[in-house]
């Protein structure tokens, strides 16, 4: 399915308006046609913002996020980049099942639990892929 076979970004919020002062930044920091994710969380810091804040202005300027620092998704062509781990520790194991909601664990606790236990998060990610533990609540609002 091609970009134009898909709804509006933008659709995701009717009656909302555009915070020009994130629009600003978000257009200055594109980059391959998108908003990588890293940038879009440093304007957020920047901004003293939520993430979910510049998630929702690029979807209202049709700006798409690129490059997933979890590797799930804008990575052109293929989409998601991260695959199944070779295979995971019993203590990485036991601190993702200690992170989840409802079966699934939340885009924010990959980022903490990376930060705790001071990995990248692509392999906290990954190693959700073996365990076939479904990644949730993307906190740029993407998924």
């Known amino acids: 399915m091609t970009r134009k076979d898909k709804k509006s970004y933008a659709q995701k919020y009717p009656n909302s308006k555009v915070d020009e002062r994130i629009a600003q930044a978000i257009r200055f920091q594109l980059l391959e046609g998108g908003l990588f994710c890293a940038i879009a969380f440093k304007i957020a810091r920047d901004l003293s913002i939520p993430p979910r804040e510049v998630g929702k202005t690029a979807d209202l300027l049709e700006i798409p996020i690129l490059k997933c620092q979890l590797g799930l998704m804008g990575y052109p062509p293929q989409g998601k980049i991260v695959k199944p781990a070779e295979s ?36 906290i990610s990954s190693a959700c892929e073996k365990l076939k533990i479904k990644i949730s609540s993307c906190q740029l609002g993407m998924f």
């Open 88 to 123: 995971v520790t019993p203590a990485l194991e036991e601190a993702i099942q200690k992170e989840l909601v409802d079966g699934r664990i939340p885009c924010a606790n990959i980022f903490s639990l990376a930060d705790r236990l001071r990995i990248p998060k692509m392999v």
